[in-house]
């Protein structure tokens, strides 16, 4: 759940845990409040909590176990120390609630047209990204020493998925060349064909509509169909194959004009996107083209090809 608040036209909001009476009746002591409090703005040990607070450890832990049997905080790592075990704790939620009748809708969370939602939803979970975004590096990598424009384009991508975000707690966006295998194993938006992206590279042959390095041209599986021109983009829903019940979605193009039209049919077609590939629609595959119908050499309209 999450606290909203209004304020002079700006929409403000903080991620959630209500409170049952075990939470509150951890929390009654102030001190136990003040150690909650200081977990929420960052994750600490018990030993640099008794430290800041001027306090013996043995105080400090006595509320950490409540705090951690009550489920309002957790373990988020561990290390050794001297020959002990030390560990990281931080508060679940960065707020908590308590709540004394049922809640009402709200429009501007729950809106969404529930197919939209059911596309986006392994991405964005209760107004919060769940995902990694993964763009190519601008700087020369891989065999083909490519640079990546196509970072650039998506960053309208992001502006288009935050019009259903509520919360977003810190950066999701990586460089292919910085993206370590357990980066992987979360929901993943890739952003970026296999020459400029390796994680898309990596993906390719498992894509229902892909890059054909031979023909030079973007293969559909689904039809059979193989597409030649620059503007074709790609965007493709499939599940992750480094991690169970993740997906990862990948919007990419034969170049940046072709990655710059996928990003545009979010922006212009988003139901269409989600109703799947036009000849089997279980099948979360689209192939676009861009247009320039200005004819100033930029892509700034789509067709969806399949």
């Known amino acids: ?26 929390l009654a002591a102030p001190l136990a409040q003040e150690i909650l409090k200081r977990l929420a703005e960052r994750p600490s040990y018990p030993v640099a909590l008794a430290r800041e607070l001027k306090l013996h450890e043995q105080k400090v832990y006595y509320h950490i176990r409540k ?48 197919r939209h939602r059911d596309f986006l939803e392994p991405f964005i979970v209760d107004g919060r990204l769940e995902a990694r975004i993964i763009v190519g590096s601008p700087d020369p990598h891989g065999p083909d020493k490519a640079r990546s424009r196509d970072g650039y384009y998506g960053m309208d991508l992001a502006l288009f998925l935050g019009t259903f975000l509520s919360y977003v707690p810190k950066l999701y966006v990586m460089l292919d060349t ?18 400029v992206n390796k994680v898309t590279e990596r993906l390719n042959a498992l894509l229902p509509v892909r890059f054909d390095a031979t023909t030079k041209a973007v ?12 503007e074709i983009g790609i965007i493709v829903r499939i599940a992750n194959p480094f991690a169970g019940g993740k997906a990862i979605l990948v919007v990419a193009g034969k170049r940046y ?50």
């Open 178 to 195: 910085e993206t370590k295998e357990e980066d992987l194993t979360g929901n993943l938006i890739v952003i970026g064909g296999p020459v």
């Open 67 to 114: 705090l951690l049997a009550a489920g309002l905080i957790k373990v988020v790592s561990m290390e050794s120390r001297h020959g002990a075990t030390a560990k990281l704790y931080a508060a679940v939620e960065p707020g908590f609630v308590v709540r004394f009748a049922e809640l009402e809708p709200s429009p501007k969370l729950t809106g969404i047209e529930e």
């Open 219 to 230: 293969h559909s599986t689904v039809t059979g169909n193989d597409y030649l021109e620059d």
């Open 1 to 26: 759940m999450h606290i909203v608040s209004v304020d002079k036209g700006e929409t403000f909001s903080l991620p959630a845990k209500e409170l049952d009476p075990v939470g509150m009746r951890a």
């Open 257 to 306: 004009a072709g990655t710059r039209a996928a990003i545009m049919a979010f922006l212009k077609g988003f139901g269409r996107i989600v109703e799947g590939n036009l000849h089997k629609k279980g099948v979360m595959a689209k192939v676009v083209q861009g247009l320039d119908l200005d004819s100033d050499g930029i892509v700034d309209d789509v067709e969806f090809r399949e």
